[in-house]
């Protein structure tokens, strides 16, 4: 009793006193408006709570759970007939999603006879490199040396170095100039523009190595070589009859000379020929019969001589060379290679180089100018390193005429 007696004093202060019943309406609707307000506030977050109400069973017809007293429901198919299984129109994933049908790209058809081309753009053609152009260098100095046989003449610039010209019309030695010029495949110019003439010169120094020696009290000579060019340089003999001094073979000469322009050749006169070569002691060829003047290569004879009027060639001299001269013979048996001593035969002599069998030389005829590399060795003999042919321009730029090292001329 006690303790009810307190809840209700409880009750009776937490209850709002109504001295009249005329507010009793007033309260009324207030508190209806009141609950409205906190139910539609927790309405919405009530879904899935005790509060949600009751859950909504729905019942599947054809599904077995048996007791409720209700007909079944037909499910649409005969008895003993089974379902046919669900075709999808295109085939199912095992995820049951459904995919958009992938795009494939159809070639355009062929366009037939007589209808025009889809209109495309032409793709822009690469531009086209311009050629290189070939490059030419400029010689000038003065011009020592002719050589009708091959064509071509020899410039000697200030510092003395030799540089053999292929030229259609050749200029006469004592000649000053300047040329520009190309390279051709055996290491030798030819010339790339017109050259202009730029006065004359009596003398001049040239440079070179020495590849023959004519050690003759009454004619001393020897022949200086560079790529192109072997030309004769003649000594006058001592009037006491002493010994000239001459150069060794294999050194590196530098010579000054006189150029002596000999008698020229009016123009509608056939070309004066070289003074006929002596009849050799000795066969040119072993096993073969000796050879008679009308034998033996003539060439065009020299249109100046160079005389000696000094001479340095103290250096230590050199075991390998360039040749040039004239085919005399081709000794296929012994393995020979005969060619003049100087570019033009001026000398009248030969020199014998021994061919390794690596280097072929048959096809090659007396008479033929030749450029040749050789080893020079303790007791002057000769032995063949590179070959080249030397006939006029368009023979001096065969490559295919080139063998051994004149192949690699670019590279020295």
């Known amino acids: 009793m006690k303790n009810e007696r307190g809840y209700r004093v409880l009750l ?34 009530a879904s899935g709570t005790l509060a ?14 048996g007791g409720g007293g209700g007909e079944e429901e037909a499910s649409g198919f005969e008895e003993g007939e089974a379902e046919e299984p669900f075709e999808a129109e295109a085939e199912a994933s095992e995820s049951g999603f459904e995919f958009a049908e992938e ?7 062929a366009a037939s006879e007589g209808s025009s081309p889809p209109a495309t753009k032409p793709k822009p053609k690469p531009e086209a490199e311009d050629e290189p152009e070939e490059e030419l260098i400029t010689l000038s100095g003065v011009v020592v040396h002719s050589n009708p046989a091959a064509g071509s003449y020899a410039v000697a610039e200030s510092s003395g170095a030799l540089s053999a010209v292929h030229a259609a019309k050749l200029p006469s030695p004592g000649t000053k100039l300047s040329v520009p010029v190309r390279t ?5 110019f030819a010339e790339g523009g017109a050259r202009k003439q730029t006065g004359a010169a009596p003398k001049a120094k040239l440079e070179g190595i020495v590849t023959y020696v004519d050690a003759d009290p009454a004619a001393p000579a020897y022949a200086v070589s560079k790529r192109g060019v072997s030309a004769l ?19 590196f000469a530098k010579v000054g000379v006189e150029i002596e322009k000999l008698a020229a050749t009016p123009a509608e006169a056939p070309p004066t020929l070289a003074p006929e070569v002596p009849v050799p002691v000795q066969p040119v060829c072993e096993g073969a019969p000796w050879p008679t003047p009308e034998l033996l290569p003539q060439v065009p004879a020299a249109v100046a001589t160079l005389w000696q009027t000094s001479l340095d060639a103290s250096g230590v001299p050199f075991t390998y060379s360039d040749f040039a001269g004239v085919v005399t013979a081709v000794c296929a048996q012994e393995g020979r290679l005969v060619i003049s001593a100087d570019d033009v035969r001026e ?3 030969d020199l014998s180089i021994v061919v390794p069998s690596k ?3 048959a096809e090659l005829k007396p008479g033929d100018s030749v450029l040749a590399t050789a080893e020079i060795g303790a007791t002057g003999e000769l032995t063949l390193k590179g070959l080249a042919s030397d006939e006029h321009s368009k023979g001096a730029d065969d490559a295919d005429a080139t ?10």
């Open 12 to 45: 009776r202060w937490a209850a709002l006193p109504v001295t009249d019943r005329r507010w009793a309406a007033p309260l009324a609707a207030v508190a209806l408006g009141f609950g409205l307000f906190v139910g539609v506030a927790i309405g919405p977050g």
């Open 52 to 65: 949600g109400g009751v859950p909504q069973v729905i019942e599947v017809a054809g599904l077995g759970g």
């Open 103 to 109: 795009e494939t790209f159809e070639a355009p058809e």
């Open 184 to 188: 051709l495949a055996n290491g030798t």
């Open 233 to 251: 340089v003649r000594v006058r003999p001592d009037p006491t009859g002493a010994p000239p001094q001459l150069p060794v073979l294999g050194a």
């Open 347 to 349: 000398a009248g002599a």
């Open 359 to 361: 280097l072929a030389t």
């Open 403 to 412: 063998q051994g090292d004149l192949v690699n001329h670019l590279d020295e």
